[in-house]
Every structure is written in C-alpha cells, then in structure tokens.
C-alpha cells in the first residue's frame, strides 16, 4: 500500500507563533530537514546506492582472498553474509534516525556531540574520505592509462617521466577523471541519485556475469565449492572466517556513521530497508558468489588463482574486452567514490561553515583536497595506509557508538530538530559552549584503545576486532556518563519532540513503531 507522508507524533508540531529562525552559522538550505518534495529516493535508489558502493575491485579482491587463502567457497557466502547482516542492522538503526529527522550526519550528530562538537566527528569523516576520494579517483586513471594505451599505443610515450611522482599520462588520466567526477558531483544529490540507479551499480553486473559465463564455460563447469586450496585446518578456518566477518562490517562502518545521509531523503520507513535488505545481504552477498566463482573458474582456465579481475581480463586478450571491462571498472570506482567519499565530506565541510559552503561548495573542497594529498603517494607507501587511515578506521567503532546510544537509549528516538540549528545557550545541544564533553570522553579513551589494537603489531591477532572493542567500551561508557543526568532530570528538557514538521513518517503501522521505541525502549 502507498504510504503517505504524515505528522510523526514523536515530531512536535509548531506551537504558538513562529518558530526560531536558524542560526546562519549552523544552518543553510543542503543541511537543513530535508522536505517531503526532495524525499524520493525509493527503494531501487538505496539499492542501487549499495550496488555503486560494494561492486568495487577493492571488495571482489577482498571475497576473492578469502577463497585464495583456503576458505571453501561455502564458507567465504556464509562469512560475508553475516558480516553484511550485521551491518544492515547498523544501516536500519542509523537509517531511522536519518529518516526521522530529514538532516544529514554532521547535523543530527549536533544532539549528542553539542552544536559545534558535532565537527569532531565530521571532520574525522571527512579526513577519512578526502583521503580515499583521491586514491579511488587515482585507481581509476590507472584504469584510464591502460585503456589509452589499448586504443591508441602512441599514448607510451607519455606514460614516462613526469613530477611529482606522476607520469605526464598519468597526471593527465587523473585530471580528467578528476574533472568528469567534479562536473558529476557538483550537480547535487538528485543528480547523483540518477546517475546511480542507471549506470553505476548495474552495469559492472553486466560486465560480472559476462565474466563469469565465460569462465564457467572456460572450465567446463569444473569449479568446486567445498574445496580449500590451501587445506586449511579447522580451527584455522574458524579464525578467518570470523575475520572475514569483522573486516567486513569494519570496511562499510563510514557508511554506517554517514547513513543518514541518504536516509534524510527516502519517502517513507519501507524504502531504506527493503533498499538495505535488497543491497546488502542480497546484492553483496551475490556480487561475493560471482567474484568466488570466477576466481576458482581462474585455477581451471589458467591454472592459478587470479583475484583481481582486471587481470582476468587482461589475461583474456581481446582488445574489445579490455576496452568494455576496464570502462565498467573505471564506471565503478566512480561509482563507490561518489558514495563512499563525496557525500559525506561534503556535508562535513558545509556543517564547519554554513554560511560560506553549502554541499556543491563543500564537494570542491574535498575533491580540491583529494589532489593535494597526493593519493598516489599515500597508496604507495604501507607506512601510511596503516598508521594514518588506519588509526583513523579504528575510530569509527566510538563514533557509531555514541550516535546510537544517544539516539535510542538515551533521547529514546527524540529529537529537537529547531535546537539543532540554534547556537542559544539555553538550547538543547548547546551543552558547554556547543561541546558535550561527555561524547568527547567517552571517545577519546575508546579511540585510544582501538588504535593501539589496530596499529601496534602485538595485537594484530585482534587488530581486525578492534572496531567491536570500541563499539562496546564507547558505547559503555556513553551511557554511564550520559544516562546520570537522565535520571536525576537533568536531560528532559533535552528529549522534548521537534517542532519542525519537515521530518516526517508514513504509516500508522510506523507511527506505532515509533511510539514503542519512544516508551519501551
């Protein structure tokens, strides 16, 4: 049954005279609730968002390892199934608050970080993704490089010297990926939500199944699915089949911080979670089964086991499956980079300077950042990846932590959306000078512990774990700290509903649900 947009009763609706106006250092037109005409993205559209994120050569490289390395093909379905199930439930959970409140992720993070606290965890988002957008847009030119040399071989001669560490093809291949995805990127998100449901995410799977028959057919149907390559134990299979869950909750953890970014803009409860149902434990989970396959199809055609797909299609060699697999693959990476990488930093950006950077102009300033960083230099150099991005990853878990417990243990699904845009000292998020320094404790020691779990080589048995460490002890200690207040009545005024009526629900099926997490959470 069509749903329509109607009052949430957990969603104050105006009282006597006007409402506040905004504060212009806290609000502009891309950070404030998102309206009922701008909320369509639908059930395909989440869906097809996933598709853009998780058909990366990063993500088949990773389920493709794990076949590489001995886990049984049974195993590496189940492995990433839970993992991805675990993180539909994050992305449900954060999806809801989202949805509920029509703001993206710096601003709804505003009720439990404070007004201006809340670009804490902004800003650490958006290093993580400045970081990622220039080496995805770099991986892409690479791709870019090979297809120029394969239809025109004249283009060698470039591919030499150079400054900066990038030949002259080179800086050419990343400029120009870098301008398509800029003229992309600036025409905001109902633009990129077509650009998505349309080309991003299906066309690698026309380019995956291709793949896939003709390795099916290559190996006359000779591939195993219960077979280890290399004979792992038992017990050693356990091990990594649980790291393979942890790593695969851990890779999409941003997502889960940032969802609400996408979520502001669904039409009703329905369409984030059957998107979610349909885009992770079903897509994910299929676009594992095809990588797994055309690995162990690699060990019968070519007689080793070839993770990385483009070199399944180099290996073909034909001049037309190199052009149409390496378009499909740069296709992809600007596919995940748009979602994974430019979203949520510009947000970020446009929430630390309302009044001079909404998101086109936040966007610029991640994708000009992106070409500072130097990506091919941060790629290059493992020192790097580990202790800068790493130690940067094992933050993600307290930061979660900290929005949901707010969000559904200590709020019990209520927030204010006016006070998120006032800096008045008497409003709700104001706290202490606009930082609730009880987040900031609660992180920092959590932080602390997560990275020396992830980056100090002791722990790498339990490295892959460390998110879950610091989703357990932020979390913890976000509630002891916070919960206090609640009951001594210090919160109340705090867990009033909003008086803005651009966030609202659909069904009284979903009326009701709010009303039994408000009261029985």
Not at 49 to 75: C, K, Q, R
Not at 99 to 113: D, E, I, K, N, Q
Not at 245 to 251: C, D, E, H, S
Request: glycine fraction near 10%; include cysteine.
């Amino acid at each position: 049954m069509a749903t329509s947009l109607q009052p949430d009763p957990a969603v104050r609706t105006p009282g006597p005279g006007p409402a506040p106006d905004p504060d212009p250092r806290l609000h502009n037109a891309d950070l404030a609730p998102a309206p009922a005409a701008e909320r369509r993205w639908g059930t395909y559209s989440i869906f097809a968002m996933w598709m853009s994120d998780t058909h990366a050569i990063s993500n088949y490289a990773f389920a493709a390892s794990l076949f590489v390395i001995g886990l049984p093909a049974w195993e590496v379905f189940l492995s990433l199934l839970v993992g991805v199930l675990v993180l539909q439930w994050f992305m449900n959970r954060m999806g809801h608050a989202g949805h509920r409140t029509g703001v993206p992720f710096p601003v709804l993070a505003r009720a439990s970080w404070g007004i201006y606290g809340a670009n804490i965890p902004a800003l650490l988002r958006a290093v993580m993704a400045v970081a990622w957008y220039g080496i995805q847009t770099w991986l892409a030119s690479k791709a870019l490089v090979l297809l120029g040399i394969q239809v025109a071989p004249s283009l060698a001669g470039l591919d030499t010297g150079g400054f900066l560490g990038q030949t002259t093809l080179g800086w050419i291949s990343f400029l120009v990926m870098w301008g398509l995805q800029a003229l992309l990127l600036t025409r905001g998100m109902e633009f990129i939500r077509r650009v998505q449901d349309f080309a991003t995410g299906p066309v690698v799977w026309v380019v995956m199944l291709a793949l896939a028959g003709w390795l099916l057919v290559k190996a006359g149907g000779d591939i195993s699915l219960t077979r280890s390559l290399t004979g792992l134990s038992a017990g050693e299979q356990f091990h990594q089949s649980a790291v393979a869950v942890a790593l695969t909750v851990a890779t999409f953890l941003t997502l889960a911080l940032n969802y609400a970014d996408f979520a502001r803009f669904t039409p009703d409860h329905r369409s984030y979670r059957r998107g979610n149902l349909w885009g992770l434990p079903v897509n994910f989970t299929a676009f594992a089964v095809a990588a797994v396959l055309m690995t162990a199809g690699t060990v019968s055609v070519f007689g080793e086991a070839i993770s990385d797909p483009v070199e399944v299609i180099h290996r073909i060699d034909n001049p037309w499956v190199t052009v149409i697999g390496a378009v499909s693959f740069m296709i992809a990476t600007v596919g995940i980079n748009v979602v994974a990488n430019f979203v949520s930093p510009a947000y970020d950006f446009a929430n630390l300077a309302p009044k001079y950077l909404d998101f086109k102009r936040g966007g610029m300033v991640t994708a000009l950042l992106a070409i500072v960083v130097m990506p091919w230099k941060l790629y290059s150099s493992p020192v790097i990846i580990q202790y800068f991005l790493g130690a940067l990853g094992a933050f993600l878990g307290p930061l979660v932590a900290v929005l949901l417990v707010d969000y559904y243990l200590i709020r019990r699904g209520r927030i204010d959306v006016d006070a998120l845009f006032t800096a008045d000292p008497g409003g709700a998020y104001h706290y202490r000078r606009g930082y609730n320094m009880r987040a900031v404790a609660a992180f920092v020691p959590s932080a602390a512990v997560c990275a020396v779990l992830a980056l100090v080589p002791a722990f790498s048995a339990v490295a892959p774990f460390s998110w879950i460490v610091g989703l357990l002890l932020g979390g913890g200690l976000y509630y002891a700290l916070s919960a206090h207040r609640r009951e001594h009545g210090e919160l109340a005024h705090e867990v009033l509903p909003s008086r803005v009526g651009a966030a609202q629900e659909g069904t009284s099926g979903e009326r009701a649900e709010h009303a039994g997490l408000t009261e029985g959470s």
